[in-house]
Structure formats: C-alpha cells, structure tokens
C-alpha cells in the first residue's frame, strides 16, 4: 500500500469473507429445505436433494465472490484532514469526509460477526442533508481496528478539560430494570405478531383450518367470550415473553459513559454489540419518555435530543438516541442530569400548568373521537340490522369512560417552565414526554393557533431547533402564558414583536 | 384573562403584494376547475354515467367559486411579514394561523421561487430555513423585484452576523 501524506491505505479484513458465506450458508439453508421437500414429492429423495445442494453451492459460492470483489476493490484511509472510502466494481464510489466534521463512530456487531471479532463501523458528520452521503460504513474490520478508528476519530483536544465530577460511567443497567419490559408497547405489538404468525404458516402448510380447529377442541368447554379472553391472554403473555426476550437481547451490559474530551457512549447488546458514540456539543437537550405501562410503574426512558440524530431513518436507528433504557424516575432524572453536566435535572423541574381550556380541548377531542364512530354504528345499525346498535352502545359504554381518563390524564401532562439553562416541556398520555431543551439550542419559534384555539384564549408554542425532532411543542399553553414563555427563554427575540394587549395594534389579529 | 403584564404578538409590518389576492384566486379556481373540466369531459363522453360525473363537476365548480370568494381576502388580510436587524417575522394561515420567527443568526438559505402562476402575476415566494427541519419560513406573494431585493439583504445580514447556525 501507498502512505503518501494523506496517510495510509487500509483494507477492510478478509475474514469478513467467512461471515458472508455463513449468512449465505444460512440462507441457502433457510430456503433448501422447504424447495427439497416440495421437489422431493415429485422425484427421488436423493435427486431432490442434489438439486438443492447443486444451487446451495451455487448461491454461496456466488455471494461468497462477489464480496471477495467488493472486498477488493474497497479502501479507506485516515489522513490529516480527510477520512477517503473508495469503493464498488463497476460504479466507483469515492466518499470524502472532513475529519472536523465527524460527530459519531458507532460500531455494531451481530453474532456472526463477533465470532471472528469483527465489527461493523459507521462514520458520520450529523448532517440533515442528504440521506445517506454524509455517512460512512466500513463492513466490516476487526474489533481493534474499529476502537482505534473511533478513539483517532473523535478523540478532540479536550475543551472543556478533565472533568471528575462528570467524567466516568454515569450509568449501568439494573438487570432489575427488565421489570418494566413487559408492560412496554412492544409486548402487544409482539404477542399479535406471534398470532399472526401461528396463522401465516400454518396458512402456507394448508393447515390453517386445523389449527382453528384444534384451538376450538381445546376449549370446547369454555363458552366464545371466555375463549376469545383467553387467547387474548395466552398472546400477551407471549408478547410479554418475547418483550423480556428482545430487552436482554437490546440492553444487556447496557453501559453509558462519558469520556474524556466531551463525547457520550452508549453501549449495549447480548448477542449484536453495539457502541454509540455521541458527540457532547452535538447534544441539545434531552427528553424524558414515559410510555403509559412504564409511567404507572413508576419508570423513565432518557432519550437525547441532538443534532444529526434523527435523519438516519435507514434501518432501525431510531433506537440510537436512547441513553438510557426504562428505569426508575429517580435515576432517570439522575441520568438526565449527569448528561447535561447539571447539579438539578431539569426534568424534575416543577411546571406551570395550563389553563382549563385545554382541557376542555383534550374532553372535546376523546369525546369525539368515541362518539363519532358509534354515531356512524348506530346510524348504519338503524338503516340495516339492530345488532350494529348493541356494538354501538357497547363500544360507548367501555370506551368512553377510558377516553375521558386519558383526556384528563393529557391535561395533566402539559407543562411548561423555564428551569436554569432549559425550556423544559411536557406533554402526552399514552407517551408522556418531557423535552428539555438547551435555551441556545432553540432557533427560532412558531406560535400556531386554530380558530377555536383564538376563541379560547390559548396557543402552540414551538420551538424550533436543529436537533432531535427540530421543533418541539408547548401545547395549548395561555396566551400570555406562552408568549412570556418564549420571551423568558430566548430574551430579546419576541421582544420586538410583542406588544401589551388592549392597545389597538393588538387587537387587529385577523379573526 | 388579560391581566396586568398580558402580551399579544402584533401583526408584522408588511403587507403582501395586492396581486396575492388574484393569484391565490388563481389557485383555487384551477385547482377545483381542472378536476372538474375532467369529469365534465368524461361526463358528456359517458353517457350512462352522465348525471353523477356532471353533477360532481358542478359541485366543485361551486366550492372553488365560494373558497375563491372567502379565502383570498382573508388571506391577504393575514398573510404579513417583517424583517428587522434581528429577526424575520412572519404570519400566514386563515382557520389555523402561524406567527413564525427565526434569528438573523440562525438563518442558513435564503431562496426565491417563482411559479408559472406567480410570474404570470408577477410574484415570488421568498423561502427563509434554519437548520432545523420544521423551521421554515415562507412568505408568499411579493412583488416580484421586491422579493429579489428581500433575498439580497437577507443573505448579506446572514453573512454578517456570525454564528454556525445550529
């Protein structure tokens, strides 16, 4: 290899070879056997089975190559100024970092790649430009060689100097924090999965009918509605199963430290290790979620509110930004602090609630959103068969009592206050979260109000900013509530455009 | 309410540019008179489908001429903006309105677009964005010229007010 002044060209490590042909070994397996027991009706076993293996070698021995190519023609180096990836056969890709730029080095390793110790390494600058040309991934090269990419990468001249008191790991899992996996949003989403999926494949076998059937046999004695509770039942509680499942899978050795020279690292993962490393002046603020289950059960999840986060929407990243899993409110708040290198969480702070019109909004809104379609069920049930009636009824008479506690529950959520450095806000029922934002961090705001919003009285206060979900709301706050807010924040840029109310300059809002 | 430090935001200084009125008039005569061009077409082509498609066509026909006589003025009435040394401040909407502010420093792209319908008019859209991806500013309905000077002394106090904008 050259070593110009640019520094040296590297190659990615040939082992990965063997994972591409263990992942293609898989597949082969995967899609092998069913294609040779299909083929197996029709001729002898053995000639279904050396057709198999004849396209089995074909496809392995085929992607196996092609990666050894892609392998090949693959460089990278890490030069003074530049971090360079050229890449592809026939369409040559060069990709040019500014080192300067780069704000994360995440490493990720599944099973597969762990064996031979090799890591996936991504590299990226954080900008919301343009999918996927501001990243850079590295497939793979080994552990050794990623953790030196990651510490040359981002190791910075230290800012902001050692600093004791918040330098160090500021969090390590609880495995007692696996308490609050069941009663997430992914056990449901889990357990319907799993219904769904007893019936896709007992669809493709033809044996869909039997398996309704056996299910009717097993609970011959029960009557329908029992039934129907206990499937329902038998499916949370394998949702519940599988939830525990994926959090030992997602936080296992969960480890969130700060390092010196200003970054977070988040690590994580049973059998896929991942190591998330965020920049500390990428860091706006951080959010504080609440899913319902978790609330009641008196826990937190930390989220970071950063620049460059959000727009990695390839894949399942959306999980990136979490700093720190489910876990008691008290070391949430702890967390929240140590990461904004805080004395007090502002996530703690005490908020201003809101006035009553919003509830009266939030009541409106559940209200409607029950009765309108038992008003569509009744009518229907009117103009054709009665039965349509009793759903109607039925589907007030449970759902609407729940609707009324979750739009009282909403109003109960909203806050707002100013806390130090901070715009803290909360909103949300079913997911209750508290954003705090970095006063600096906000770049500008939007005031929205509906008509019925400017006949109450009240407004959407926004606060738009570059990092997380670029703009975040206070709800329904008071007219003067809310303007005060965001004066109080960013001083001086509302000043200018506000005025006391009564004075006729006020007054010519176009109603 | 209105007790005694109660604030409002006042309506920014300028006005958009009379023509807005006639192109947004424009607009929503096209958008509901295209739609319904076709269905009269298609109407008077199939015969046994002729009063359903007609009617429809009539239909909207009548709601663009309604939105055609409500929204444009109310809009115009509306739609204001302001630039200051500071900041760019802008209101929009009708039944959901907008007040939106945005830094001079926060500023990273100052565009201007202008529609067929809008040249025809002579009128252009000035966009302002942040780094933020919901932080937009549009306003609507300048006068042409006015909108490339707008652009101009926008783009020459972003470059003088330091900052990397995020």
């Known amino acids: 290899m050259t070593a110009g002044p640019e520094g040296e060209w590297r190659r990615l490590d040939p082992r990965t070879l063997l994972v591409t042909a263990a992942v293609f070994c898989g597949v082969a397996a995967g899609a092998g056997v069913p294609i040779a027991a299909g083929l197996a009706g029709g001729r002898p076993l053995w000639q279904a089975v050396a057709w198999v293996l004849a396209g089995a070698v074909l496809l392995v021995g085929g992607g196996t190559a092609a990666d050894w190519v892609r392998c090949r023609r693959t460089r990278y180096r890490v030069g003074p100024d530049r971090v360079d990836l050229h890449t592809g056969l026939l369409l040559l890709k060069r990709r040019s970092l500014a080192r300067d730029r780069i704000r994360t080095v995440d490493l990720t390793a599944n099973p597969l790649q762990r064996v031979p110790g090799l890591v996936k390494v991504r590299i990226g600058t954080g900008e919301s430009t343009g999918g996927g040309e501001s990243t850079l991934e590295l497939e793979l090269v080994t552990r050794a060689e990623g953790e030196r990419l990651r510490r040359e990468l981002l190791a910075r001249p230290a800012a902001t100097g050692a600093d004791p008191a918040h330098d160090g790991t500021l969090a390590v899992l609880d495995p007692r924090w696996i308490r609050y996996a069941p009663v997430s949003f992914v056990a449901p989403a889990l357990g319907g999965a799993a219904a769904g999926a007893v019936l896709q494949v007992s669809e493709w076998f033809g044996a869909q009918a039997e398996v309704i059937d056996w299910i009717g046999d097993r609970f011959q004695e029960v009557s329908l509605p029992w039934m129907i509770v206990d499937l329902l039942l038998l499916a949370t509680a394998a949702g519940a199963v599988g939830a525990l499942g994926l959090w030992i899978e997602m936080w296992w050795n969960h480890r969130l430290e700060r390092e010196p020279g200003g970054t977070l690292r988040v690590r994580r993962g049973l059998f896929t290790a991942r190591s998330v490393t965020l920049e500390e002046r990428r860091l706006r603020g951080v959010e504080l979620v609440e899913p319902l289950g978790v609330r009641l059960l008196g826990a937190a999840r930390v989220d970071a509110v950063a620049t460059g986060l959000a727009e990695d929407d390839d894949e399942k990243h959306t999980d990136l930004k979490t700093l720190l899993p489910a876990a008691p409110r008290a070391v949430a708040d702890r967390v929240a602090a140590e990461v904004l290198r805080e004395t007090e969480p502002p996530t703690s702070a005490p908020l201003t609630a809101h006035p009553r019109a919003a509830r009266a909004r939030r009541l409106r809104w559940a209200l409607a959103a029950v009765l309108l379609p038992a008003a569509v069920l009744a009518l229907l049930g009117a103009l054709l068969t009665p039965v349509l009636l009793y759903v109607a009824a039925g589907w007030t008479v449970v759902l609407a009592p729940l609707a009324v506690l979750l739009a009282r529950d909403a109003y109960r959520s909203l806050g707002h206050t100013v806390s130090g450095g901070y715009l803290v806000t909360r909103s949300g029922s079913v997911r209750r979260a508290t954003v705090a934002l970095q006063r600096t961090g906000i770049i500008g705001w939007t005031v929205k109000q509906s008509y019925f919003q400017r006949r109450a009285g009240i407004l959407t206060l926004t606060a738009t900013t570059a990092a997380g979900e670029g703009a975040y709301d206070v709800l329904d706050a008071g007219e003067d509530q809310g303007l005060a807010l965001a004066d109080e924040a960013v001083p001086g840029l509302l000043t200018p455009f506000l005025v006391r109310a009564g004075t006729p300059e006020a007054r010519s809002t176009a109603r | ?166």
Request: glycine share 8%.
């Open chain 2, 1 to 166: 309410m209105a007790g005694e430090n109660a604030v409002r935001l006042r309506p920014p200084r300028n006005a958009v540019d009379r023509r807005a009125v006639g192109w947004w008039s424009a607009q929503c005569l096209l958008a509901a008179g295209l739609p319904a061009a076709v269905l009269a077409v298609l109407g008077l082509l199939i015969e046994p489908a002729r009063t359903w498609l007609l009617g429809t066509a009539v239909v909207l026909v009548a709601l663009g001429v309604a939105c055609t006589a409500f929204f444009p003025a109310w809009w115009f009435r509306v739609h204001r903006w302001e630039v200051t040394d500071e900041a760019v401040y802008v209101r929009t909407g009708a039944l959901w309105q907008e007040w939106r502010i945005a830094p001079m420093s926060r500023i990273q792209t100052v565009d201007t677009v202008r529609g067929p319908l809008e040249q025809l008019f002579g009128l252009a859209t000035v966009t302002v964005t942040t780094a933020s991806s919901k932080g937009a500013l549009r306003v609507e309905g300048l006068d042409h010229e006015l909108a490339a000077d707008l652009a101009e002394r926008l783009t020459a106090l972003t470059r003088a007010t330091p900052g990397d904008a995020t």
